[in-house]
């Protein structure tokens, strides 16, 4: 313990006169307003609140040390702030002086709040116009000397490192903020679902069956020979029962499971608001989310401004080559067959009825490209379409820089130029083969031409429209399945309902059926999915057995419960690490999970998943062969 006498405050405050370099700041600064740091905790205030309002005041802080300026003064930090500390001076040989004390060190500072001497405020800091005088330090616990991350300059720091030191990669101003924004968005979800609109709040199992379909499910081994849990994708079969148990409108922040493998930006574990209503149609959703986003917005940012456009599934393939389109700008796609098919080339020939020309005009970009770009989009193109694209770079006069062209007339070139409305400087791709993966492959080039100019400084992405969010819908009910050659897979889940009017098509054009299935897309990333589901028990195994040829025994429960007075009902689930990592300008939604695990499925921290012995394997029934 350290204790100050008032010749020791008069000698710092000469020392500290000599000191003419502020403080480095270091600021976390989080909106305390209204907030209690304090209490029920040792500190009279945080380290981010002081102010000269404090002056003369008796204070008491805790905190980490952060930097140690000379013997006489230090930084401490906790996660509202930072906040200057003038110590007593150091009594050589008393071993009572912070010598031998490393940074990162948790301390409590009691003292008295005075303003800094003139000239030594620092403005930067929201702490920056005071200090504290201490009059009593203690050492709560001593931090080793070397840590492999400095908190401060966390951001050099490798990922890997900083998962397995997250306990102080979370120390960070980034990470603490970043698990306030979502923590303070769920509570004010929690508000407008439970408080004002009466949802209710339930826990649903994550130990579960198999269910059809169910490819990507975690499998848990149980004492039962031969018998597994698995852990649920989404607690889908749950909400929905419960609509026919009553609990007409359900919510739950669940964590889902899928076993995907290595995905990039993909957690094997990862959480979702789960919403579920019974007497809804989609627009009810639609509303509903919207004033979900809408209250639970962080403050600091521009607010929403609902209803959120609409786009159909059909128009953004089409356009954009996506389902989850990014339309703060253009570079649409267009169909271009009706000029270009069967003209001078042998890549515009082809039969098949699938077969289709598309282009897009990327405004002005060949001014800002280079031939390595060029390289990188072929490269790119080829490794999506054996052909690749052509890419066209449009001179001066207007004509093209392309081998090809000269084998085009000129009447294609004017076509060409007057249906994508050409001018000099613009990079036009074109793209021929089947209609999918056209489309897909422009959808693609035109984010990789659009980051590639960003990257360049030059804006694509509209600035006043920093979370564009979007909901598209119309989808079809099933797709050709991609791994089972000729049979149809669902778009959604099964459990998505067809629209009313196509209900008799389901029998005789399975493939023709729209479904009620919506998602809602921000910025070009898929943030939520769900439909209005089939509460007709036969409707629901005609699905599950004919058309997706699904063994429907393993749900014979949720069949029951559909035929057992099962209202009409629809939900929606949310991707709440996605969400909150877009909001945070986060380029990882690692980077808003507090304990992420590795594109590999490993946390670096503990080592998991982890050998276990053989006997612990022999209580469930289990052998591994030879693991490498
Ligand atoms: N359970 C669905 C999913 O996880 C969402 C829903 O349909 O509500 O994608």
Redesign the pocket.
Known sequence: MLKLCSGCQRLVRQQLRHVRRSLHAGGTVLNVENKDPSSFSWRTHSCGELSTAQVGQGVTLCGWIQHKRYDFMLTLRDAYGVTQVVLPEVKKGTGESLEGIHLESVIMVTGKVQQRPDGLANMKMSTGEIEVVASEVKVLNASKEKLPIQIHDFQQVKESVRMQFRYLDLRSTRMQHNLRVRSSMIMRMREFLCNQHDFVDVETPSLFRKTPGGAKEFLVPTHQPGKFYTLP????QF?QLLMVGGIDRYFQIAR?YRDEGSRPDRQPEFT?V???MSFVNKEGIYSMIEQLLEHAWPQEKPKLNPPFPRISYSQAMDEYGSDKPDTRFEFKIKDVTGILKGSGSSIFNSDDEDFTVRAINCKGAMDHLKSKDYEHLQSEAKKRSQHGVLIVQVRDDLTWKLPIAKHLPETVRQEMAQSLEVSQGDMLLVAAGPNNSMCQLLGQLRLTVANLLENKGVQIRDPDNNYNFLWVEDFPLFLPSEDRIGELEST??P??APVAEHTPLIYSAPQKVQGQ?YDLVLNGAEI????I?IHDAKLQEYVLQEVLKEDSSCLSHLLDALESGCPPHG???LGLDRLISIICGEPSIRDVIAFPKTVEGNDLMSGAPSRVEDADLARYHLKVGNPK
């Not at 939520?528 to 439909?531: A, D, I, V």
């Open positions: 994708q989404s607690p889908q909400k889902c979702q789960d919403i579920e959604h889940h459990f998505t299935h939520g999915g769900g439909s589901r939900g929606i689930a």
